[in-house]
């Protein structure tokens, strides 16, 4: 059972909390496949900004009402920015680059649960999640290029997450792919059966998200980050030795110390 935010100044995104802190962000413009108008982009931004300050949300999941993630780009919306200026258009494009900028750095883990399609903008949300459950029949694409534009704003989560070689060919050659071959370049993080699963293995992730520390679930992102981008040496080691003897002497690290020898649960974890 959820309880969802009251007083939403808009119904493109649909926000619930359950009482253990997991917050469901739902895409709601099933009618089009979810695809990124002006207003659902403000609104994630709107909900990402607000989410990272809140101690209660431990977990962020991300799915799309419908029959898809999201489509990416509202080709409507496309149409009547035609006769922008540069200038004016990148105001819009900033936007969405906040947004997926406020995504990638929320400290909470957060999880992306894939069915139907996840095109462009759309793939480029899964990239910028944690981890990402796709179904079997879910379709990927950066098809960008078929438009004579590019995926700019989206590539450093899609090559963070698929590698470089991958992400060149698809984003060349505009191609559908498939969850399987997703699961394989490291898109999503697992593969289930159909809706259904998807949300049986989402309740899984979550139990599992639920038994960590929230600040060691925070303090492990920030360093997943120090170590993929710095080069192995002293400085690193220096800089990893001191986040660890910070959550060693945390409150949060002294109870999973305790409860371990104990041999109960922390109290995070219920």
């Keep these: ?63 799309g009402a419908g029959p898809s993630f999201s489509a990416g780009g509202d080709l409507k919306e496309m149409q009547r920015a035609d006769g922008q200026s540069e200038s004016e258009m990148r105001g819009d494009f900033a936007d969405f680059a906040t947004m997926l900028l406020r995504l990638r750095g929320l400290p909470q883990p957060t999880v992306a649960l894939v069915h139907g399609s996840a095109i462009a903008g ?4 899964v990239a910028a999640c944690d981890i990402a459950i796709a179904t079997a029949d879910a379709a990927f694409a950066l098809s ?5 534009i590019i995926p700019a704003m989206i590539a450093p989560y899609v090559v963070e997450a698929m590698g470089p ?3 060149r060919r698809y984003m060349l050659t505009g191609e559908r792919f498939g969850a399987e071959e997703a699961l394989r370049l490291g898109l999503v993080t697992s593969v289930v ?14 139990s599992l998200l639920l038994q960590g520390g929230p600040e060691a679930l925070a303090a492990a992102k920030e360093l997943l980050d120090l170590v993929t ?13 001191g986040m660890t003897a910070e959550r060693r002497v945390s409150a949060e690290g002294k109870e999973g110390s305790i409860a371990f020898f104990e041999k109960r649960k922390p109290g995070w974890a219920g």
């Design 229 to 241: 981008y710095m080069p192995i040496d002293e400085d690193l080691n220096e800089e990893t030795v």
């Design 144 to 148: 960008e290029v078929r438009l004579g």
């Design 193 to 206: 059966a159909d809706r259904n699963a998807l949300a049986a293995e989402s309740e899984r992730i979550v």
């Design 122 to 125: 759309g793939l480029g949300l």
């Design 1 to 63: 059972m959820t309880d969802e935010i009251p007083d939403a100044p808009s119904d493109t995104v649909i926000l619930n909390v359950t009482p253990e802190g997991v917050a469901m962000v739902t895409l709601n413009r099933p009618e089009v496949h979810n695809a990124f108008n002006i207003e659902l982009v403000q609104r994630l931004s709107e909900i990402f900004d607000d989410l990272e300050d809140q101690d209660g949300i431990r977990i962020v999941l991300i799915d």
């Design 165 to 167: 070689r991958a992400a």
